[in-house]
């Protein structure tokens, strides 16, 4: 009895190793395998060899597969990206605080130019503004 439950439990084995696998190549000889640039500068897939024009069958390349990213790995993009945003925001702020920081410190400046011209008229005597 032992034998045969083995048996059975090596032959689902085997045939889920061979569907797995027969699923795995129908998978990739149906996906677009190569890729080539025609003469009017457009992007062209093909399954096969045969499918390109013999002109342009020198410029084949494999086609770049889009990548599928884990979660994690979303997630870690995704953080970075903010982090990114971030630092260009509080770049933004810096840049921000220094221009008003100039524009403070030449206003004080003047300020400070009114106040010596002033200081002079005074202490020369005069009447301010009557030159």
Same mark, same amino acid.
């Given at each position: 009895? @032992?034998?045969a439950?083995?048996? /059975?439990?090596?032959m =689902?084995?085997v045939?889920?190793?061979a569907?797995s696998l027969?699923f795995? %190549?129908?998978? *990739? =000889?149906?996906g677009? =395998?190569?890729?080539y640039? $025609?003469s009017?500068?457009? %992007?062209?897939f093909?399954?096969?060899?045969?499918?390109v024009?013999?002109?342009?069958?020198?410029?084949?390349y494999?086609a *770049?597969p889009t990548? %599928?990213? *884990?979660?994690q790995?979303?997630?870690?993009?995704?953080?970075?990206? @903010?982090?990114?945003?971030?630092?260009?925001?509080?770049?933004?702020?810096m840049?921000r605080?220094?221009r008003?920081?100039r524009a403070a410190?030449? $206003?004080?400046?003047a300020r400070r130019?009114?106040?010596?011209?002033?200081? @002079?008229?005074?202490s020369s /005597?005069?009447?301010p503004?009557?030159?």
């Amino acid at each position: 009895m @032992d034998c045969a439950l083995a048996k /059975g439990k090596l032959m =689902s084995l085997v045939l889920l190793s061979a569907l797995s696998l027969s699923f795995g %190549v129908a998978r *990739t =000889s149906h996906g677009q =395998s190569l890729r080539y640039i $025609d003469s009017s500068g457009n %992007v062209r897939f093909a399954d096969s060899i045969k499918e390109v024009p013999r002109e342009y069958r020198e410029q084949i390349y494999p086609a *770049t597969p889009t990548p %599928v990213l *884990t979660r994690q790995q979303q997630m870690q993009r995704q953080m970075q990206q @903010d982090r990114i945003q971030k630092d260009k925001l509080r770049a933004e702020q810096m840049k921000r605080m220094e221009r008003d920081r100039r524009a403070a410190d030449i $206003d004080k400046a003047a300020r400070r130019k009114r106040n010596d011209l002033r200081q @002079d008229e005074l202490s020369s /005597g005069f009447a301010p503004g009557a030159f």
